[in-house]
């Protein structure tokens, strides 16, 4: 559970380059971290912190925005 919120104090700047880098939806640049944390977060959990669980990391990418059809775990992050 606390993973989801891992890279929410992270720099703005720092964010914009993990958007950036990885081919996240552009789009996001446009808000802060209240939404940008989340989608960052699962790209370090994975690449940073080998998290490989799909679905533990979609839970953090989508916590601050939803999406369609989210799982149970998602909705529960």
Excluded: W
């Excluded at 720092?14 to 960052?40: A, K, R």
């Amino acid at each position: 559970g606390v993973l989801h919120d891992f890279s929410k104090y992270d720099d703005l700047g720092y964010m914009y380059q993990i958007v950036g880098q990885h081919n996240l939806d552009p789009d996001l640049l446009s808000y802060g971290s209240e939404i940008l944390h989340g989608p960052v977060c699962a790209v370090i959990m994975k690449e940073k912190y080998g998290i490989t669980d799909e679905e533990v990391l979609a839970a953090i990418h989508y916590h601050t925005t939803g999406r369609a059809q989210m799982t149970k775990t998602e909705k529960l992050v």
